[in-house]
Every structure is written in structure tokens, then in C-alpha cells.
Nanobody, 115 residues
Framework: QVRLVESGGGLVQAGGSLRLSCAASGSIFSINAMGWYRQAPGKQRELVATITSGGSTNYADSVKGRFTISRDNGKKTVYLQMNSLKPEDTAVYYC?????????WGQGTQVTVSS
């Protein structure tokens, strides 16, 4: 049974930084692609960043240059470093692990950026 637990969310002023973590258990983490998604109130869930098992990354245009995704296979953890945060980054952030054909999701962590 795969379990993902996110942490690191909180309230921050615009221009500040946060680092999200997602710890995985019960999976072959090192060969799974991982990703961060977010969902703001009244909006659909959207992709923020992904990272493959080999470390290749992909970012939404809205976060390029500000966010960095990384992973530590030994700790079965994926990170999202978020810098220069903007009020429009406010959302619940979710971690996803892809184990074809199944996708597993964490419970989410709230990020609130005040102006």
C-alpha cells in the first residue's frame, strides 16, 4: 500500500519562500515519477512540477525560475522549493506518485501567500 505524506506548507508573505516535502512509503520509490500539483479554491487541480526517476524535471510556466523540484531516493522523499512566492500561488499542494497504471496522491498541504 502506497502512502504519501506532505509537509511544509504554511502562511508566508509575498516574496517569501517555503519548502514542501513529500515522504513516500510502501512503494518502489526510486523508479517512480513524482510530481507536485496544486488546487486553488474554485479552480481545477493543475500541474506545478514533475521529476522522473532519472531526475529530469518539468515545470508549469507560472513557476519556472521560482520553484525547484528535487528528490532523495534514499529518503523516499520529493521536495518543492518555492521562492519569490506570489499571492496567486495560494493553493492546496498535492504530491503524486505515478506507478502505471495507478496514480497515488497525498492528502495535501495548504500554502497561503499574503500580499
Amino acid at each position: 500500500q502506497v502512502r504519501l505524506v506532505e509537509s511544509g506548507g504554511g502562511l508566508v508573505q509575498a516574496g517569501g519562500s517555503l519548502r514542501l516535502s513529500c515522504a513516500a512509503s510502501g512503494s518502489i520509490f526510486s523508479i517512480n515519477a513524482m510530481g507536485w500539483y496544486r488546487q486553488a479554491p474554485g479552480k481545477q487541480r493543475e500541474l506545478v512540477a514533475t521529476i522522473t526517476s532519472g531526475g529530469s524535471t518539468n515545470y508549469a510556466d507560472s513557476v519556472k525560475g521560482r520553484f525547484t523540484i528535487s528528490r532523495d531516493n534514499g529518503k523516499k522523499t520529493v521536495y518543492l522549493q518555492m521562492n519569490s512566492l506570489k499571492p496567486e500561488d495560494t493553493a492546496v499542494y498535492y504530491c503524486k506518485l505515478s506507478d502505471f497504471p495507478t496514480n497515488y496522491w497525498g492528502q495535501g498541504t495548504q500554502v497561503t501567500v499574503s500580499s
